[in-house]
């Protein structure tokens, strides 16, 4: 059972652009996480998604941020107009769903913002 | 959610048993204690996770007091590849709930 997938692992866009992480639960995991870490500081929520819904998306920005994880393919974290305060490390999360479930973290996307 | 509050870094020898305390003064009846931890360049992995006195599993030690104001992972005989950073969190840690991660404590093994 292959573990969470993120990618790119590494993603370089210049201010403006847009940048989109994509990230593939473990099989049998309905439910997803993202997290954004700056340097040397801990991971910080920003949404969590079930299947086609947006469960708690109270730690994501209200502009330019957005997040999707659709009834079929990988989960879609996509942050417009880049700036450069953007610039750090993102990372999916998966679990079964239920209370009694761990979360499972992929192994991030490092998005550099020139 | 409780706050906590680690040591932001710690230096070990190798083979010595290395304990990391962690306090959450305000934490809640409901609250469990989980300790993950973060190789470079990776994702946190989960530990072990607690309510009270002591559990242990294959990896690590937890420590909890009577008062679960505070707790402790004890890593025993520690080696290079446990230089990481190990984050403390407290809350209803389970697979609908989103995480709260502090800055952690960066742990740094040295031959």
């Known amino acids: 059972n292959a573990g969470v997938m993120q990618n790119p692992r590494h993603l370089v866009r210049r201010r403006g652009q847009e940048a989109r992480l994509r990230c593939s639960p473990m099989?049998?995991?309905?439910?997803v996480y993202w997290y954004r870490q700056l340097p040397e500081e801990g991971l910080k929520f920003m949404v969590y998604?079930?299947?086609?819904?947006?469960?708690?998306e109270s730690g994501m920005p209200k502009e330019r941020f957005s997040a999707e994880f659709p009834k079929e393919g990988p989960s879609i974290l996509r942050i417009q107009q880049v700036v450069r305060g953007d610039s750090a490390a993102y990372f999916c999360?998966?679990?079964?769903?239920?209370?009694?479930?761990?979360?499972?973290f992929g192994p991030g996307t490092r998005l550099t913002v020139l | 959610l409780a706050k906590t509050t680690q040591p932001i870094s710690m230096d070990s020898y190798e083979g010595q048993e290395v304990n990391i305390t962690c306090s959450h003064n305000n934490i809640a009846t409901n609250d469990y204690i989980t300790w993950y931890q973060q190789f470079p360049s990776q994702g946190p992995r989960f530990i072990i996770q607690g309510y009270k006195t002591k559990v242990t599993n294959e990896v690590a030690s937890l420590f909890i007091p009577a008062d679960r104001k505070s707790s402790t992972l004890s890593l025993p005989r520690v080696s290079l590849s446990d230089t990481a950073v190990y984050y403390c969190?407290?809350?209803?840690?389970?697979?609908?709930?989103?995480?709260?991660f502090g800055k952690g404590t960066r742990l740094s093994v040295i031959a």
């Open positions: 969190l407290v809350g209803w840690n389970s697979g609908n709930t989103p995480l709260v």
């Open positions: 998604l079930q299947k086609e819904n947006i469960i708690d």
């Open positions: 099989k049998g995991h309905s439910h």
């Open positions: 999360a998966s679990s079964p769903g239920t209370m009694d479930d761990e979360q499972f």
